[in-house]
């Protein structure tokens, strides 16, 4: 144990507490909205102000997590707080978090839908305003990685090949990953389990959209601007502020 949990369980604290308090209750939130079978997820805060990252630790079922089992990591990834090992997907994070600076919260899982599209290795298009109101465009799906890739730094790859697709976080809040699933972020980790659960609702929409209509086609850019600029950025008009 190292000395910052030492020094918590001196003074009866938890180190980093309300952090990994937040990530407990973010990765929980994804079992809660169906997000996820059995492990396969997870759910991270930065904390830029004192530079950690609290996330789930790896395998380890969500009936069993507790604050205590929350790790805490600096940007290298070097394990500050909690005695379990940090997800294997860490590296992903990190390197989102290495890249966004507007970045807070990441939420990682192979929920059904957005994982139909990722297996598929297709973006989910704008079929309409649902859609609009979340993204500035399609979803995009980061491509397979080479054999390489694959063998050196797999998850670190991962990362990369995500940055290669997305230009702006704010404007695409999540990305698939072909054969594999999805990412969301936000400000926080709440905020990214939010836009995962509205990322894996839009993927529902537009699957069936397709199959009902298979000549089913996007809405214009126009719309799409309209729908998505009224609830977001500083000229928004939606919702009570």
């Not at 003074?11 to 973010?26: A, G, Q």
């Not at 990591?73 to 090992?85: E, L, P, R, S, T």
């Not at 978090?97 to 970045?103: A, E, K, M, Q, V």
Request: net charge neutral; glycine share 8%.
């Amino acid at each position: 144990m190292n000395y910052l949990s030492l020094y918590g369980l001196a003074m009866n604290k938890i180190p980093y507490e309300n952090l990994r308090k937040r990530v407990l209750e973010s990765n929980l939130a994804l079992v809660r909205y169906k997000l996820v079978e059995q492990t396969w997820g997870n759910a991270s805060e930065y904390d830029r102000k004192n530079q950690v990252i609290a996330i789930k630790p790896s395998g380890l079922d969500y009936e069993e997590m507790t604050l205590e089992s929350i790790v805490v990591v600096d940007i290298n990834g070097k394990v500050i707080a909690g005695d379990k090992k940090p997800s294997v997907d860490l590296p992903i994070h990190l390197e989102i978090y290495r890249t966004y600076s507007g970045i807070g919260g990441i939420v990682h899982t192979h929920s059904k839908w957005a994982t139909v599209w990722a297996q598929a290795g297709l973006p989910i298009p704008v079929y309409g305003t649902t859609h609009a109101d979340f993204a500035l465009g399609p979803i995009p799906c980061a491509g397979h990685l080479n054999i390489e890739d694959i063998i050196n730094d797999y998850e670190k790859n991962i990362g990369v090949s995500i940055a290669n697709v997305i230009q702006n976080p704010i404007l695409t809040p999540a990305v698939l990953c072909a054969g594999h699933g999805s990412f969301s972020w936000g400000v926080d980790s709440s905020t990214a389990v939010t836009n995962a659960r509205t990322l894996e609702y839009i993927a529902e929409i537009a699957y069936h959209a397709k199959n009902l209509n298979p000549k089913v086609e996007t809405i214009s850019d126009t719309l799409n601007q309209k729908h998505f600029y009224r609830k977001h950025g500083t000229s928004k008009y939606y919702g009570q502020f």
